[in-house]
């Protein structure tokens, strides 16, 4: 049996590296913007609540000066882990969502599967950093310590 007329690309070290990085890419694709915006709600929640009700009084400002400028930071930071987490997708998804010559499906099943998880990676992307986007709106348009009714 000659293997370089045979070759199975199972074997090919290269191959499993490129599908090990392919599933890493989908998997910061599918979770990267979601993680980003709980990030930024778990982040800036407690310390608004904090800096404007410390021991259940309500202030009229908060204890520091710094707090807007603290969960922009916060924001910005989550934002761009969210984008980056999108243009990874939309990195996976040029490259998955080639058909081949002839325009006929793939029956492979991990094909269809990576194709699936990188769609649904780009929706999840484009819901996510929208929400990062209205909660910086938040951040900005509303003072932290200012009473909703």
């Not at 882990?81 to 997708?89: D, E, K």
């Not at 029956?107 to 990188?118: I, P």
Request: proline share 7%; charged share 10%; glycine share 6%.
């Amino acid at each position: 049996m000659n293997l370089i007329h045979y070759h199975d690309p199972s074997i090919d070290p290269l191959a499993s590296g490129r599908s090990r990085v392919n599933m890493i890419g989908i998997w910061v694709g599918l979770f990267g913007a979601p993680a980003a915006w709980v990030a930024q709600f778990s982040l800036s929640e407690p310390l608004v609540a904090y800096a404007c009700y410390p021991y259940q009084m309500p202030l009229s400002a908060p204890i520091w000066q710094g707090l807007p400028v603290m969960l922009a930071v916060i924001s910005i930071a989550c934002l761009a882990v969210g984008i980056l987490s999108g243009f990874i997708a939309w990195t996976l998804w040029r490259q998955f969502g080639r058909q081949p010559a002839g325009g006929e499906p793939v029956a492979d099943t991990s094909v269809s599967r990576n194709r699936f998880l990188v769609k649904l990676s780009l929706m999840s992307n484009f819901i996510f950093i929208t929400a990062i986007i209205f909660n910086i709106f938040a951040v900005l348009l509303v003072l932290p310590c200012n009473s909703w009714f």
